[in-house]
């Protein structure tokens, strides 16, 4: 029988990533001993009475005392207070990891409450569901998923073996990069692709409560269940890049509206609802963005679509499909299409609006 990776590890917030962190160690056998820690006690005594955790704890400074890692997996805006609360009562070096999508952040809310005797390595497991809770966490989420951490010193070559044995344990993939390429990078694969989905409900109209039209369909609004409270921390944080993306890809898809608004006088437009809700808008949504990470790359030099996660796969779906009958039949639906595309457009530039008023819901 192996033997554990650590003898103690503490998982703070038992949500979608943490349960299913706590999840796979149990499973995996990695620890000998899996404390957990939620501010929700429902979320602790549920994940103890499933028993992939071993012990609940009552409050964050017990929850640390003596783990040789903690993984903080909170929402953002929770970090900075979580790193003052704990502390002073880590043990000597014990690991500490965070687990959120935007590492600069991150790394300003954590590292200034930490003691020099512990180690932080900021992290961001790219893998995600529009499940949320601990009722949402999977053993197998982070299978064939990358992890990329972002620390301010690379690691000595026994540190990040120990990391990589307890993620490639769970499936995944350890990769290092500076935060700030971090954020840039998934401005463009991770929240601007979520931002667009939020953006969907008001211009599909009655279609968007019908993903069970096609399965494509389904996969394309998949992200836009997401928890939007989550999300709307996430994009604040990380807003600069977000907004560069958004503006972007706002001025790639007015392009294509204006080429609808100037078909020709007199031509007949066609009137398949079905069809252009459902096929011909997602199409022209996910190329869009498609053609906005493009640009991106060759701008950055950077090869964004590496690191593209599940979120970015599922809402550019409709632009793998060969695109000729397609854009046919955006010919020959011109008027509802733009009509479509007019009224996303207003939706897109509303977020933008609030967001750069930080007021992005």
């Known amino acids: 029988m192996t033997a554990p990776i650590f003898p103690r590890i503490t998982i703070i917030g038992l949500g979608l990533i943490g349960s299913s962190i706590a999840r796979a160690a149990h499973e995996k056998k990695l620890a000998a001993n899996i404390v957990g820690y939620d501010h929700n006690e429902i979320y602790t005594g549920f994940a103890h009475k499933e028993k992939f955790i071993d012990e609940a704890a009552a409050d964050l400074q017990s929850s640390v005392e003596d783990s040789d890692f903690v993984i903080i997996a909170t929402p953002p805006a929770s970090l900075s207070d979580i790193a003052q609360e704990i502390g002073v009562h880590l043990k000597p070096g014990a690991i500490v990891m965070d687990v959120a999508s935007i590492k600069l952040a991150a790394v300003e809310s954590i590292a200034p409450h930490l003691p020099d005797n512990v180690i932080f390595i900021p992290a961001h497991p790219i893998a995600g569901s529009e499940q949320k809770g601990v009722r949402g966490g999977r053993s197998d989420l982070f299978v064939r998923k990358r992890v990329i951490i972002t620390p301010k010193e690379q690691p000595d070559s026994k540190l990040f073996g120990v990391l990589n044995n307890f993620w490639s344990a769970m499936g995944a993939r350890l990769e290092g990069m500076p935060a700030d390429i971090h954020d840039l990078i998934y401005a463009y694969m991770s929240h601007l692709p979520q931002l667009i989905a939020f953006c969907l409900e008001q211009p599909l109209g009655k279609y968007y409560?019908?993903?069970?039209?096609?399965?494509?369909?389904?996969?394309?609004?998949?992200?836009?269940?997401?928890?939007?409270?989550?999300?709307?921390?996430?994009?604040?944080?990380?807003?600069?890049?977000?907004?560069?993306?958004?503006?972007?890809?706002?001025?790639?898809?007015?392009?294509?509206?204006?080429?609808?608004?100037?078909?020709?006088?007199?031509?007949?437009?066609?009137?398949?609802?079905?069809?252009?809700?459902?096929?011909?808008?997602?199409?022209?949504?996910?190329?869009?963005?498609?053609?906005?990470?493009?640009?991106?790359?060759?701008?950055?030099?950077?090869?964004?679509?590496?690191?593209?996660?599940?979120?970015?796969?599922?809402?550019?779906?409709?632009?793998?499909?060969?695109?000729?009958?397609?854009?046919?039949?955006?010919?020959?639906?011109y008027k509802l299409v733009e009509k479509i595309i007019d009224k996303f457009l207003i939706r897109l530039k509303m977020f933008r609006s609030a967001l750069a008023s930080d007021r992005a819901s």
């Open 209 to 333: 409560a019908q993903p069970e039209i096609s399965p494509l369909f389904k996969t394309f609004l998949r992200i836009s269940a997401s928890d939007p409270q989550l999300w709307a921390e996430i994009f604040e944080l990380n807003k600069e890049n977000i907004l560069k993306a958004l503006d972007r890809y706002i001025d790639v898809i007015t392009h294509v509206h204006k080429e609808l608004q100037q078909a020709p006088e007199g031509e007949e437009s066609k009137n398949d609802e079905q069809l252009a809700y459902t096929v011909l808008f997602p199409r022209i949504v996910a190329s869009c963005l498609v053609t906005t990470v493009m640009e991106a790359e060759k701008n950055a030099g950077l090869p964004f679509v590496r690191y593209a996660g599940t979120g970015f796969a599922d809402l550019s779906a409709p632009a793998m499909i060969p695109p000729e009958a397609d854009i046919e039949q955006i010919s020959a639906q």
